[in-house]
């Protein structure tokens, strides 16, 4: 008897150890995975989505966030407007070839800007200006926002040094960067300076924050007639 009753102690401790460890085993297993997360949570870092990450993703589509250009990502539009802006200058005093077609959608601020270069260069040409070749432009960023909305669109600022083989100058260029049909374009492009052609035709220190500007046909006739006025 004694035997039998202590046989039912012992296994009555084995259990009530087992259940213990079991119930420690669950706890500490709970407070681990507790500081995993936190610790994760704390690391953890939301990364931008760029170009490069939409191509790389086929589950992404650009139709989906075609209005939204964050989704391209400041940097990609940054590079777009500092390539342009090269393009540009090499192209009013250099005499260099500029593809507008690649940065530029709407049809009336690609004439413009056209108009623009050419009218600058044969200017610079007629005034024997071009022997003094541009050679090398360094831009930085002066001001950038993103404008949310229904129509979201980048604001760029960038200040712009022009090296020459003589001498040097600087002036800034604002930018209007949105996301038209599948792609990343400028919607609008201003060079605010005292006596520069856009000041000249559109008028000084304007206030660029329309993306649809270059949409406006009134507008944009109003333009036409002053560039035709201009002197050659």
């Known amino acids: 008897m004694k035997r ?13 150890c087992e259940q213990a460890n079991t119930n420690s085993s669950e706890n500490n297993t709970a407070v681990v995975e507790e500081d995993i997360n936190e610790k994760d949570a704390e690391n953890t870092e939301v990364s931008p989505i760029s170009k490069e990450d939409l191509s790389s993703d086929p589950s992404v589509s650009l139709a989906e966030d075609e209005s939204d250009p964050s989704v391209w990502g400041f940097e990609t539009a ?22 507008l077609d690649t940065y530029i ?3 009336n601020l690609k004439q413009y800007m056209h108009t623009k270069i050419t009218s600058q260069y044969e200017l610079f040409l007629k005034n024997k200006l ?8 360094d831009i930085s960023v002066n001001q ?3 404008v949310g909305g229904d129509k979201r669109f980048f604001y760029l600022k ?42 000249i035709v559109r008028g000084e ?5 329309n993306p649809d500007i270059w949409n406006n046909s009134e507008w944009v006739n109003k333009l036409a007639d002053r560039i035709l006025v201009q002197p050659q």
């Open 78 to 99: 940054y590079k777009m407007c500092t390539e342009v802006l090269s393009e540009y200058y090499k192209a009013i005093w250099n005499g260099m070839d500029i593809d």
């Open 144 to 146: 950038v926002e993103q």
């Open 105 to 107: 959608d709407n049809e």
């Open 4 to 16: 039998a009753y202590l046989l039912l102690v012992i296994l009555f401790t084995l259990s009530a």
């Open 130 to 137: 071009t022997d003094n070749l541009v050679t090398g432009i």
């Open 158 to 199: 960038l200040d712009a040094r022009v090296e020459k083989d003589v001498g040097s100058y600087a002036e800034a260029t604002e930018f209007l960067v949105q996301v038209l049909n599948g792609r990343l374009v400028i919607v609008d492009w201003y060079t605010n300076r005292k006596d520069s052609y856009d000041a």
């Open 205 to 209: 220190n304007q206030t660029i924050n």
